[in-house]
């Protein structure tokens, strides 16, 4: 804490509680930090999202052992088409990734990692019908924004 905020807070304590929650406020996970929490996308196609995965917790869902986890979130949908092309493209968050997962997560269609910039990832065999789930993750301990295109 800088000398001038703790200044503050000694001066007049009833700003404690704001300080507080701002500090927890701004560490706060995502809503779509794992599965359950997943954000629907009502379309599959053309669908453009600005996501961050600031605040994100790491997941074990397709991660094999030995591999190291980082900050990831998620999207859902329900497949129109037997092709899905994806592309996540960096704003702040360092070497983004993009996984496809099955409704069950029984396997991890593919997960593509890019050369820090962004990934894309191309998959031609998905179930009309089905829902598919995608996984946005980034260098353990480098989180941040991005831009997820569909």
Same mark, same amino acid.
Do not use: E
């Given at each position: $804490? ?5 200044? !503050? ?76 092309? $994806? ?38 065999? !998905? ?24």
């Amino acid at each position: $804490m800088n000398k001038f905020l703790k200044k !503050l807070l000694l001066c007049n304590s009833s700003l404690i509680p704001v300080f507080l929650f701002l500090s927890f406020a701004s560490n706060a996970q995502p809503p779509n930090d794992n599965p359950t929490g997943a954000t629907s996308l009502l379309h599959a196609n053309n669908t453009v999202i600005t996501g961050n995965t600031t605040g994100a917790t790491t997941s074990d869902v397709g991660v094999p052992p030995g591999l190291t986890r980082a900050n990831s979130v998620w999207y859902k949908f329900t497949a129109t088409s037997t092709v899905v092309i $994806m592309l996540v493209v960096k704003l702040s968050a360092n070497d983004p990734a993009v996984r496809l997962f099955n409704d069950d997560f029984s396997f991890n269609v593919s997960r593509i990692r890019g050369a820090n910039t962004y990934s894309r990832l191309m998959y031609n065999n !998905l179930t009309v019908g089905q829902n598919y789930y995608i996984m946005v993750d980034n260098n353990p301990g480098q989180p941040g924004a991005f831009r997820l295109t569909i």
